[in-house]
């Protein structure tokens, strides 16, 4: 109605209108974070499934529940379980506070995750968006750093035995320089042990460090980067999308009122949602933490137990060398990828999502395999117990993936001729193994990492 009303009036008087309405726009804090108008294919729910803006809505309410919680936290080993139980059973609206605190941060993660599907496989750092493809990597390793480095502070037997083998993660390369015999010169998994939790053991060091990082220098890094990211977007002409559709600037959207109430649409729905869940989904809170009573089993945080089955197979390539591998892989994809005629389509075209339902399936086959042979027939060092350790940190799931899925992504690009559609090929096959042993590291591995079904 409003579009079609621009057209009966005269050019003058539709000129001074727009030249208002942008005027309001650039004047305005919270509309000016938007371009004065949007194009029509951002607004459909398949181009984004507001996934990024969710993240920020849930980024902000993470904020304003977290200073709540806050007012009567304890940062200290002697004090943080218990000012954590006042929270739940003396504070008013304690515990529902936590558990908002607490769903928001996991959903955070998910949708981080969900966010980073949606922009690769809608090939969004395409068309000189390299930049900001980046920005967005970082901000989802920062985004799970600021899950895990809450999960300590309430310093029950939970969060300790969880950031300690997180810590143990840390430390994955002692694996390999304990063969080498040089871990007591050069000891890097012990410096990134160090640098996680401030000491050999999880104690008061690691609990400040982690309370820090949660509440002050991790927040200050997303706003930072989410700042750039919003300009990036804004710089590169809005959200990506097909050639196809490039309309000229007067027939596009004006921001407001069409994004914002739609933006203030999914604000009240995450708020409704997390609401909701948080008089149904209780914060897990066991007993304080005890050092000298581990768990068993003991387990990461769930977004880390892809990364710990694989360090059970072997720590040095599960815990560093397979990780590694993969944010640079993540890093890398704009800068090996440019063919940009698949800016902006879905799975690149029928061609692409055959291929990723293809490597989707691939991927599912060679893991279950893996894993099959392991239940049923043990590891390398079952079958030859007095073999080299070499032989188990080399020939295991975790680096038998790695290769499987290189050689596979190298053929896919040898037979189509297209970075792309190599991309496509290892980035599924990936994301579908990472959740496969998050999977099993949730669901089955029971008291002493066996494999049994929870």
Known sequence: MEQNSQKTRSPKNADSYRRQRIRN?????????????????????????????ILVFLFLIMILTGVLLMLHYTPSVADA??????????????????????????????????????????GAYLGGRQLNWVFGVVMFVLVLLMSFSGYLLPWDQLSYWAVTIG?????????????????SFIDAGGFFQQLLIGDEKVGQTALTRFFML?????????????????????????????????????????????????????????????????FFIEAPLLEAANPS???????????????????????????LVVPVLFMWFLFSIPYKDREDQYIGQWFSGSVGLRLTVR????????????LLVLVKYG?????????????????????????????YAMIVRSRT??????????????????????????????????FGLI
Do not use: C
């Open 379 to 407: 590891g390398i060092r079952d079958w030859f117990p007095g073999i080299s350790q070499w032989f188990v940190m080399l020939l295991n799931p975790a680096t038998f993936t790695v290769v499987v899925f290189i050689v």
């Open 359 to 370: 490597s989707a399936v691939f991927a599912i086959v060679v893991v279950l395999l893996q």
């Open 81 to 122: 379980y218990n000012s954590v139980k006042d929270i739940v059973h003396v504070v008013p609206g304690g515990r529902i506070i936590r558990n908002i605190h607490r769903l928001a941060s996991h959903a955070m993660v998910i949708v981080v995750f969900l966010h980073l599907l949606r922009t690769f496989y809608t």
């Open 293 to 319: 009573h581990p768990e068993n089993p003991a387990k990461s945080p769930w977004y880390f137990l892809g990364i710990q089955e694989l360090v059970s197979y072997s720590a040095f390539m599960g815990g």
């Open 167 to 183: 810590s143990n993660i840390a430390a994955s390369a002692r694996e390999l320089t304990d063969l080498l015999g040089i871990t």
């Open 25 to 53: 726009i650039t004047q305005n804090f919270f509309l000016h974070i938007h371009a004065p108008r949007v194009h029509p294919h951002s607004m459909k729910l398949t181009t984004t499934f507001g996934l990024g803006v």
């Open 214 to 278: 949660h509440v002050v220098f991790l927040p200050l890094a997303l706003i930072v980067l989410s700042a750039l990211h919003f300009w990036r977007i804004r710089k590169d002409g809005g959200l990506s999308r097909p050639v196809a559709k490039e309309l000229k600037e007067q027939e596009k959207w004006y921001a407001w009122p069409v994004l914002m109430w739609t933006e203030l649409g999914i604000f009240i729905a995450v708020v409704a949602l997390l609401l909701f869940l948080s």
């Open 417 to 450: 001729g297209s970075t792309r559609m190599s991309a496509i090929a290892l980035f599924t096959a990936a994301i579908v193994a990472l959740i496969i042993f998050t999977v099993i590291g949730i669901w089955f591995r029971v008291e002493n990492w066996e």
